[in-house]
């Protein structure tokens, strides 16, 4: 079966920090890959997807990126934290054709101080 | 493009007593259409889905929902409320992809003993 592993699962980082999320997909190949940010009382914002290796797509201009460096493995990243990015990170996977059914990590919650 | 809208951002009810969270739609194409729930600290798990089959979908945990095209609604319904059920739960429609996958900004349901 399909596992989805997501780490660290709190962080509480000063401003002007690196950021590194780490998500990873067992047992699926050639998965969709997703990073959405959960800000307290608000729905869900889909920051990254990732259809293959080296293929990042941005959906928000903001002071996050996001890499894929191996099939199953997607990484968040920022090199100096704000304060606007503390929230609930969710990493997410589908299989390369779908409608719509998302697989979600159990979440890493940052708190920038 | 497509929008969800969740009448209701908190919804008490007594345990035992009839759940109905409420779920509204607009899709420029006929839409798959998503509940899903998010217990605290945790990623989101995919309750039920109706992908254009059946338009009463039964899901997991006795929960169902009904699509009614005439009123663009999607709502998600369990005859009897358990301590178990509080949670949060999310709408969500997608023309035909993930990565256009739109959520609603939530409900969350309290249940009473």
């Known amino acids: 079966s399909q596992t989805i592993h997501q780490w660290p699962a709190t962080l509480v980082q000063p401003v002007g920090s690196p950021l590194s999320l780490e998500c990873t997909v067992e047992?699926?190949?050639?998965?969709?890959l997703y990073w959405y940010r959960q800000a307290a009382g608000r729905g869900l914002q889909l920051l990254f997807y990732?259809?293959?290796?080296?293929?990042i797509s941005s959906e928000v201009p903001q002071n996050l990126s996001a890499s894929r460096p191996q099939d199953r493995q997607f990484i968040l990243s920022s090199k100096k934290l704000l304060l606007s990015d503390s929230g609930f990170y969710l990493c997410a996977w589908s299989a390369a054709t779908n409608t719509g059914e998302l697989f979600f990590g159990e979440g890493s919650r940052l708190t920038v101080l | 493009a497509q929008s969800v809208t969740q009448l209701g951002s908190h919804v008490s009810v007594s345990e035992g007593a009839l759940v109905l969270l409420r779920c509204n739609y607009s899709s420029s194409v006929p839409p798959y259409l998503f509940w899903y729930v998010q217990y605290p600290n945790q990623g989101l798990q995919l309750l039920l889905k109706y992908t254009s089959a059946a338009t009463l979908v039964k899901g997991i945990n006795g929960f169902e929902a009904e699509f009614k095209k005439s009123e663009t609604s999607f709502h998600l319904t369990k005859p009897s409320a358990h301590m178990s059920d509080a949670a949060e739960y999310f709408c969500a429609v997608s023309p035909r992809s993930a990565r256009q996958l739109t959520f609603g900004s939530g409900t969350q349901l309290t249940v009473l003993p």
């Open positions: 047992g699926t190949s050639n998965p969709n």
């Open positions: 990732s259809v293959g290796i080296g293929q």
